[in-house]
């Protein structure tokens, strides 16, 4: 399996821009996670899915961020309009579901690098 | 609300030193516990996972312990090498009921030839 794989990998827009980010997860996971990362804050969920469904997006920072999982393979993270307090670095994970040893274990994909102007 | 805390925020050692990480959390309600790796402009590679029900895990020269009543863990890297050099972080699952990893800020170790 190829892994987590997220588009772009950097990403530098102009503020005001619509910034698009792309996530396909592993084949099999149910669930998928969308993460933000920061010096000042380190790792902080945003959102996460099961089953195409959003369950939790209580971390979402504000309403210019959405969410989509339109099927079980593709997820896509939206910021419109975007801001320079947004610039991070995106990064996507799945997971399976159930219980035992190495379920809910997250695999991370490598990350987009944003840079918003 | 469930706080990770690692320290130290920084460690360097010569190759060839066995270390220890150490990662503390407020919940101790925890579902499970995830030692990540993080490369420098990569992703978070996971190294193991130790379910609340289990008090060790290991892979290869890593250990990992699990303390859930005193609300601790340790990542134990035998015989260091410089190729471990690399940010370590930790994180913890709150519940079966929830998906959420809640993440410490990591340690970065930088293991000297």
């Known amino acids: 399996d190829a892994g987590v794989i997220q588009s772009p990998r950097h990403e530098v827009t102009e503020m005001g821009q619509e910034v698009t980010l792309r996530c396909k997860p592993i084949s099999g996971h149910d669930y998928l996670f969308w993460y933000r990362q920061t010096m000042m804050r380190g790792l902080e969920l945003l959102i996460y899915?099961?089953?195409?469904?959003?369950?939790?997006d209580s971390g979402m920072p504000e309403d210019r961020f959405s969410a989509k999982m339109p099927n079980a393979s593709f997820s896509t993270l939206k910021i419109q309009p975007s801001e320079p307090r947004d610039s991070a670095v995106y990064f996507c994970?799945?997971?399976?579901?159930?219980?035992?040893?190495?379920?809910?274990?997250?695999?991370f994909g490598p990350g987009t690098r944003l840079t918003v102007l | 609300k469930q706080e990770v805390t690692q320290i130290p925020a920084a460690l360097s050692v010569p190759e060839g030193e066995n270390l220890v990480l150490n990662c503390s959390f407020t919940?101790?309600?925890?579902?499970?516990l995830q030692w990540f790796r993080q490369d420098p402009g990569k992703g978070l590679t996971s190294l193991l996972l130790i379910q609340s029900s289990q008090r060790e895990q290991t892979s290869g020269r890593l250990n990992a312990s699990l303390d859930k009543s005193s609300g601790r863990s340790t990542l134990y890297i035998a015989a260091s090498q410089p190729g471990d050099s690399a940010t370590y972080l930790c994180?913890?699952?709150?519940?079966?009921?929830?998906?959420?990893?809640?993440f410490g800020k990591g340690t970065k170790l930088s293991v000297i030839p």
């Open positions: 919940d101790s309600a925890i579902y499970n």
């Open positions: 899915f099961n089953n195409n469904v959003p369950i939790d």
């Open positions: 994970a799945s997971s399976t579901g159930g219980f035992g040893n190495s379920y809910n274990e997250q695999f």
């Open positions: 994180a913890v699952k709150s519940g079966a009921g929830s998906y959420q990893l809640t």
